[in-house]
């Protein structure tokens, strides 16, 4: 008889295992000549090599698809142990762009709810760039940020940057307490909080002390390049032409970038123009960037929230209208 242990360090072991247990029962009937054991975050199986050999290659399987997407139903998880190769996970992945994208503590599932936040996680597969351009609400800078944690999970890329142009809405970050840091991190707290929902506080906090996520102003961009990296210009709308170019320009070697911003929400002096309209309209028909344009139907915050963009739209026309007739 021999024995051999699988580490499942890289995924939830309980989403592994079912509730109650209820995977791992598959998994025994699967192959009832088997001992199967469960011990934390292994598994350990006992008996005939050949036998071991059958269910360690289907277990690799499973963790492969769990690291990828995080959840992994019970149906799913029968086809996979009965299937031949893993070119069925990916067809499964194609068909099923509703499943899982990060696995965050507590059990918290992220995952693209809407059909323009589909579209992001398609358009980040296929290609380097993605500009994600829309209203308040819609899921932009959430679903980024769960793209680059993933990417960064199934060691797509070695790091995370994200980044905000540091402009004042409506207030004075001079007459801010405290130092640049203070003072900037208001500005980047949405970043923060996308994070922390989707890595537990311990990991996020070694992941920032090593640099492996980065979280800082757009200026502070400049002269670098940032290889095998997932880069996120978020809120591009207060970008001028020029910054804008600059981020894009710092994109090395293997590395991804997700541009969002809401072309109604400028935030920039009025001497200022933002630079997020002239490069979605020149960068068209690019090969390797994309374009999703989100709208009020993926609003995902409070039902009243739609409404209110309606609303302000219906405005924006109404005074658009009056100006042409003056």
Do not use: C, W
């Amino acid at each position: 008889m021999t024995e051999t242990i699988i580490n499942l360090d890289t995924v939830n072991p309980i989403e592994f295992f079912g509730v109650n247990n209820s995977k791992l029962d598959i998994l025994k009937k699967k192959y009832p000549l088997l001992k199967i054991l469960s011990r934390g975050t292994q598994i350990k199986l006992s008996g005939a090599p050949e036998q071991i050999d059958l269910a360690k290659e289907k277990i690799i399987l499973v963790i492969q698809y769990m690291e990828r997407n995080g959840h992994l139903s019970e149906n799913y998880f029968e086809q996979i142990l009965g299937g031949d190769d893993a070119e069925a996970i990916d067809n499964f992945v194609e068909q099923n762009p509703n499943e899982v994208l990060v696995f965050g503590p507590n059990g918290k599932t992220v995952r693209a709810r809407t059909a323009n936040q589909k579209k992001m996680v398609h358009a980040i597969d296929k290609n380097d760039i993605v500009f994600a351009v829309g209203p308040a609400g819609t899921g932009k800078t959430y679903t980024a940020v769960a793209l680059a944690v993933r990417a960064l999970k199934n060691k797509i890329v070695k790091k995370i940057i994200l980044t905000r142009p540091a402009v004042e809405a409506g207030e004075s970050l001079g007459f801010l307490p405290g130092d640049l840091k203070e003072k900037i991190d208001p500005y980047l707290r949405p970043l923060y909080d996308a994070l922390d929902d989707m890595i537990p506080a311990d990991k996020l906090g070694y992941y920032m002390s090593t640099r492996t996520i980065e979280i800082a102003p757009l200026a502070y961009m400049r002269g670098r390049t940032l290889d095998h990296a997932f880069i996120i210009l978020d809120e591009s709308q207060n970008a001028n032409d020029l910054q804008i170019k600059m981020f894009l320009t710092r994109i090395g070697a293997n590395a991804k970038a997700i541009i969002t911003g809401d072309p109604t929400q400028v935030d920039l002096p009025r001497n200022q123009k933002s630079g997020l309209e002239k490069a979605v309209r020149i960068l068209q028909n690019i090969e390797g960037i994309a374009h999703i344009q989100l709208d009020e139907e993926d609003v995902v915050r409070h039902k009243l929230v739609k409404a209110i963009i309606k609303a302000y739209d219906k405005e924006r026309e109404n005074e658009t209208e009056n100006s042409y007739h003056r």
